[in-house]
């Protein structure tokens, strides 16, 4: 067995198996967009429907779907910038995946620079998932990249989950409620002097819906959401963006807030500065403050008056690397994962995967 064979084995091993297990259904996405802020908020991974092949239409009427046992979420949120692709667009909606590609964020987000990619930190929550096993991704840097949740032999018996799963209904094609795996996200904050209206933030998510290596061939055993082929994820039965048109990523959008951190060349609203010049934020002059002075220090001045389709970017996009999403988005099934409480659900010793 070749190694790339072998870790797609592990993968959809998520030995999740043993008795009765709480499932889902899936197309992923997140649960509601984020405007930029000072505090932390809390999002969710949502599933829709069920694994299945995409050769007959991954989301069809009638197409026969199995449940989801299993789901990891690997975000783009690492310090070092050759861990990430950054992205942008001018103006009009790009293809995605094919943005112009930048450089970093500096320009843009609050706490980017030229080798940090960005602060955002993701903190996932037990409390309310659909499944009852959930346990950190962390990186080399020990920093969370996202987490992995999987059912266990008995169905969960906790506090109630944030919203219930009904299976698909093939008569008319409808999920009436979706499963949630939900997660904390720190605040993000725009620059001032950047032109930027929206960050999309696209996390590579894998829905597991078999295990074992009996399954390695099925193409209902995982959805894997992710907007370009990597070398270990480089089926296109299990992905249902091959070849769609067009591409879709899982995105959670964060849109900056336009009263109070206005794009140059426009004014905004502070309510909490009525005091000073009514509570006008004032960018359509040359010179406006980016940072407030201080008793020592002038404040720094912005010269840019204008935001322009044809130069400046308006949206902005971060996805992990390829490698990365190797690295990262297999669930393993050799250990219990370090950093994880309770039972061991997965056989460690006697199966062979």
Not at 20 to 47: C, L, M, R, Y
Not at 99 to 127: C, K, M, N
Not at 171 to 194: E, V, Y
């Amino acid at each position: 067995m070749n190694n790339t064979f072998k870790v797609l084995t592990l993968c959809s091993s998520v030995a999740l198996l043993l008795g009765t297990a709480q499932v889902a259904h899936a197309h992923a996405g997140f649960k509601d967009p984020i405007t930029e802020g000072s505090v932390p908020t809390w999002n969710a991974v949502k599933i829709g429907h069920g694994c299945a092949t995409n050769a007959s239409g991954e989301g069809a009427v009638g197409t026969k779907q199995k449940d989801v046992i299993a789901i990891s979420a690997l975000f783009p949120n690492p310090t070092d910038i050759k861990d990430v692709i950054f992205r942008g667009s001018k103006g009009t909606v790009a293809t995605v995946g094919a943005e112009t590609v930048l450089q970093d964020f500096s320009a843009h987000l609050v706490g980017s620079t030229s080798t940090v990619a960005s602060t955002i930190a993701i903190t996932p929550v037990t409390q309310g998932n659909m499944f009852v096993n959930t346990t950190n991704i962390w990186d080399n840097t020990n920093k969370i990249r996202g987490f992995q949740s999987w059912a266990g032999p008995t169905p969960f018996k906790g506090p109630a989950l944030l919203e219930s799963v009904l299976k698909f209904n093939p008569a008319d094609g409808t999920t009436t409620t979706t499963g949630l795996a939900p997660f904390g996200i720190s605040a993000i904050q725009f620059k001032p002097d950047s032109c930027a209206k929206k960050l999309v933030i696209r996390p590579a998510v894998a829905d597991w819906c078999l295990s074992g290596s009996k399954n390695n061939t099925d193409a209902s055993r995982v959805d894997v959401w992710i907007g370009s082929k990597t070398t270990l994820f480089n089926d296109d039965a299990v992905m249902p963006s091959a070849g769609s048109t067009p591409i879709f990523w899982p995105s959670l959008t964060v849109n900056r807030d336009l009263a109070l951190n206005p794009l140059p060349g426009t004014k905004g609203f502070n309510p909490l500065k009525i005091a000073t010049n009514n509570g006008v934020i004032d960018r359509t002059v040359a010179g406006w403050e980016v940072t407030p002075s201080s008793g020592t220090a002038p404040a720094v001045t912005s010269t840019k008056v204008s935001c322009t389709d044809a130069t400046d970017y308006d949206t902005i996009y971060i996805e992990p690397s390829n490698a990365d999403i190797d690295k990262y988005l297999p669930i393993p099934k050799d250990a219990f994962p370090k950093g994880s409480n309770g039972v061991i659900y997965w056989p460690t010793k006697s199966a062979n995967f």
